[in-house]
Each structure stands twice: as C-alpha cells, then as structure tokens.
C-alpha cells in the first residue's frame, strides 16, 4: 500500500509538476507574449510617440496646409471668377463672331454688287463719252457752221473806209452776243446826203442773223433802188416790205388769246445826213422803237421815236406811223444811235446798267476823238459785265460834225 | 382748281396765281428763245380760270427785262385778262425808279389797257 500511495503522490505530483510546469511554460509562454506585448506596447508607445510627433507635425503641416488651402481657394476662387469673365467674354465674342460673319456676307454681297455697278457704270462712262464726243463733233460743226455764216454777214455790213470817207469822225461798237449778230447797220452815202440805220433785229445768234440779212437787202431796195431819203417813207416803206416778206398781215390768233404768229422785225435808228450847199448840216431822224441822242455842249438831248417796231408786233391796231425829226446841226455836235444791247446789259449783281447811266457815259466822253470813244464804250461795258455772259447784241454809231 | 406756280429760271420768270384769292403775280426776267412755248401753259391755265373766276383778279407784274417775243405775249395776255368774265381785273406794273425803259413799256401798255392799269416805281 505504501507504494500505491507513493505511486498515487508521485503521480500527483508529477501532475501537479506537469501542470506548474504548463504553468510556467504558460506564464513564460505569456510572459513572453507579455513582454512581446510590452515590446510592441513600447513599440506602439513609440510609434504613438512618434505618431504624436508626426501628429504635430501633421498638425502644423495641416495648418500650412490649410493656409495654403484657403490661398488656394482664394486663388482658385478669383480663377473661378476670371473663367467666369473669360466665359461670358467667349460667349460674347461667339455672338460676335456670327455677327462678323453675317456682316462679312454682306459686305461680300455688296461687294459683289459695287463691282457689277462699278462694270455697269464703265459701260455708262463709255457710253457718254462716245456721245460727249459725238456732241462736240456737232457743236464743233456748227460753230464752223455759223462762223462762215459770220463772214458773209460781215460782208454785208458796211466798211470802216465808206464810213470814215463820209464822216470822218465816226465810230461803231459792234459786239455780237454770240458769233453771228440780230444787230445790224447800214451806211450809204449819196451825192449831197447819207444814210445811217442802226438796227435791233428780233432775236439774236442765227434767227436775229437771217432778220438782219432781209432787213439789209430791204434797206438796200429802199435806199439804192428806189432812192428814197426821207427816214420816215424809208420806215413805212420797209415796215411793208418786212410784213409782205414775212407774211405777217395776216396773224392768227389761237384759241386760248395767243398770238402765235411770229412777231419777228426790227427797232431802227435811222439818219439822213444832209449836207446844204451852203455849209449847213440838217440831221432828218426817224425811229422805230428807238430814240436819237444828241449831245451838245455837254448836253444831252434825247430825240424820241414812236412806240412801233419794224414789221413784229405793235400795241395799238391803228396803222403804224414814223415821227421825223428835222435837227439842224451845229459844229462840235455828237451823234449817237445804238440798239437796246447796251443799256440792257446786266452784271453779276443782276443789275441792268440802264439808259440813264448810257447816256452819261456818252455825255462824259462825246468830246474825245471817235477812236477813244470807242475803246472807252468798250472796256466800260466789259468792266460792268465783268464775267457775266452778254445779255444781247451790243450796236453803238457815233459820230461828230 | 390748282394754283399755277412755275419756277423762275435765268431766262424766264417766276409765275405765281392763286385761283382763289385771285392774286397772280409775274416777275423775273422773260427771255426765253421760244417764248410761245413757255407761256403756253399759262393760257391753257387761264383758259380754266376764266370758268370760276375769283371775285377780284390782281395780275401784279415785276420784270427786270423781257425781249420783244416776250413784250407781245405780254401783250396778248393783258388782251386776254380784260376778257375774263366775271371777275374785276386790275394789272400793276412795278419798275425799278432808275429804270426809264422798263416804264415806258408799262406806260404803253397802259395807254391800251381796257381795264384797271397801275404804274408802279419800287426801289
């Protein structure tokens, strides 16, 4: 029995040392698992450690950061914005750009339509210089036309030679308004008188031209022909004459009141120079619409005619009748005839010069030698229009006895 | 009816008449080449006048110079005013007082006027 028990207590005990040995080997095995943990728990003391510090750090990091952050926003904020701006400004250059592009495709359309205008427009420019040349070629023609016609007129008219041999200080202003003249005068001398007429014409340039050529052939009739020399019979007779040639007796008168026949004669100054035997001059006046100025001792007397022209109209129906003026002449007197021309002439101011000024001009100058008398009439007149056109024939005869 | 108004030129003058006030007035220069022609409207004008004339008719003339074709239209159309029916004509004549022809012209007209016929000189 003894050894039973001792086996039982040895048993036991190598039970119970068994188990203290677990124990132990346990205890190591958690003491080892402890300080393993202590390690790692100092470890993770350290780590926390050192996660405390980068936590600090971190948190400083984290600070910068968020200062950095909010610069950040900050910045991106005002970026934001910018690209908002720069948006809005696309969007706006977008629409801008389409309105470019519809405004570049009408200007490409107008483009299109100035340079077929511009074509249109050449052709057009050809076209009128073709008829500008056409024209001038005319009106050149024309002018050549009426220039020779000028010739012939001039042919007609007297000589300054018949003239001066006659009336030795004489002169005649002769200015056309245009080539060919609706003035006119006629000289004729004769044994113991001559004749002079001034004469105005209906119209001037080429239909006053053909008045005058009629008018010139008459007077020849009347004077040469028939050899009358009294101024009054001459105005009657060549009155009838102008009517016959022209048919005038007869006018109709249309419809509405218009006469339209026309009414084409003359305004005549017409002189009978009669030298007596016994050294007398007597000046015979008559006129048609024209008057006779006289000038003596710096007077002017004015020799009026009747209201009536050659041939044309009248303003009375009674039968047309000359007034004669019979003027004994006295050494030193001044003679004039014109026609309207140079009293009507008007100058940049629309002012007619008048018969007024006329006559004191002649009154001024009546005393000078014919030549200068001339030359004076001339540049006054062409000083008074200065670049104002000619407003009619211009026909001034004076001479002194 | 309408009022005749033609527009003055360098050759031809301003016309101006009023069918229902019956004031007409002419001034300016009348010298045209084809005078006929210019003042034919003016008769065809009057023509129509004439049928409803205004109770009184003033023609006032003012020109600064007219040729001869102009003086006889002139002339025929005084003639044609002093027939217009039913209606007192009366013509002034306005001249520039330097103007010696320009008065005489209107004193001849004067001097056959049938009807009321003034000479007036303006300065």
């Known amino acids: 029995m ?38 790692e728990g100092q ?6 450690k050192s996660l405390i510090a980068s936590e600090e750090e971190l948190k ?66 050809e076209r009128i210089n073709e008829l500008k040349n056409s024209v001038e070629e005319k009106h050149q023609s024309i002018v050549d036309s009426v220039t020779y016609a000028k010739r012939i007129q001039d042919a007609i008219l007297p000589t300054l030679e018949e003239m001066e041999s006659n009336l030795p200080d004489s002169f005649v202003l ?71 040639s ?69 303003y009375t129906e009674e039968p047309k009748k000359f007034i004669m ?34 006559k004191e001009v002649l009154i001024k100058i009546h005393a000078l030698p014919a030549s200068e008398q001339k030359e004076y009439l001339d540049r006054f007149i062409s000083e008074w229009k200065e670049e ?10 004076g001479f002194s006895v | 009816m309408e009022a005749l108004l033609i527009e003055p030129t360098k050759n031809s003058p301003s016309i101006h008449f009023d069918p229902v006030t019956g004031k007409f007035s002419i001034s300016g220069k009348s010298i045209s080449e084809n005078t006929p022609k210019f003042y034919q409207p003016v008769f065809d004008w009057l ?11 003033r023609l006032s003339v003012q020109l600064d110079y007219f040729n001869t074709s102009s003086a006889k239209v002139l002339l025929d159309l005084f003639k044609r005013f002093e027939k217009l029916a039913n209606t007192d004509v009366e013509i002034e004549w306005f001249y520039n007082e330097d103007d010696e022809d320009m008065q005489e012209a209107g004193e001849n007209y004067q001097s056959i006027s049938k009807v009321k016929f003034t000479i007036k000189s303006i300065q």
């Open chain 1, 174 to 244: 002769f200015k056309p308004r245009d080539i060919v003249s609706g003035d006119f005068y006629w000289f004729a001398s004769q044994p113991g008188y001559c004749i002079l007429a001034c004469c105005d014409c209906t119209g001037h340039g080429v239909p006053g031209a053909f008045m005058s050529m009629i008018g010139n052939t008459l007077i020849n009739q009347i004077v040469l022909q028939k050899g009358i020399k009294n101024p009054e019979i001459i105005l009657t007779e060549l009155d009838k004459e102008i009517n016959i």
């Open chain 1, 246 to 314: 022209l048919k005038q007796i007869e006018q109709p008168i249309a419809e509405n009141g218009m006469n339209v026949a026309p009414s084409d004669g003359m305004d005549v100054a017409l002189v009978c120079l009669e030298s007596t035997s016994d050294g007398r001059k007597i000046l015979h006046f008559a006129g048609a619409n024209r008057p006779l100025y006289l000038v003596r001792n710096k007077e002017l007397l004015e020799y009026k005619s009747a209201k009536v022209g050659i041939g044309g109209f009248s």
């Open chain 1, 388 to 397: 104002e056109k000619q407003t009619d024939d211009i026909c001034v005869i």
């Open chain 2, 47 to 57: 023509e129509n006048y004439g049928k409803e004339a205004a109770k009184e008719t």
């Open chain 1, 2 to 39: 003894k050894t039973e028990i001792a086996y039982i207590v040895l048993f036991l005990l190598s039970i119970l040392v068994f188990y203290l040995l677990k124990k132990v080997f346990d205890s190591r095995t958690k003491i080892e698992e402890f300080s393993k943990l202590l390690e």
């Open chain 1, 60 to 125: 400083r990091a984290k600070k910068k950061l968020e200062e950095k952050n909010k610069k950040l926003w900050a910045m991106s904020e005002a970026v934001h914005k910018e690209k908002q701006k720069v948006d809005e400004q696309n969007e706006k250059l977008v629409i801008e750009k389409e309105k470019l592009e519809v405004d570049k495709k009408k200007l490409d359309e107008k483009v299109k339509k100035l340079w077929q205008t511009s074509t249109a427009v050449h052709k057009e420019k």
């Open chain 1, 43 to 48: 470890g993770k003391v350290e780590q926390a």
């Open chain 1, 325 to 358: 003026h019979d003027i004994p002449l006295e050494k030193g007197d001044s003679i004039y005839l014109s026609t309207d021309g140079y009293a009507d002439q008007f100058n940049k101011e629309e002012k007619k010069l008048m018969t007024k000024k006329f």
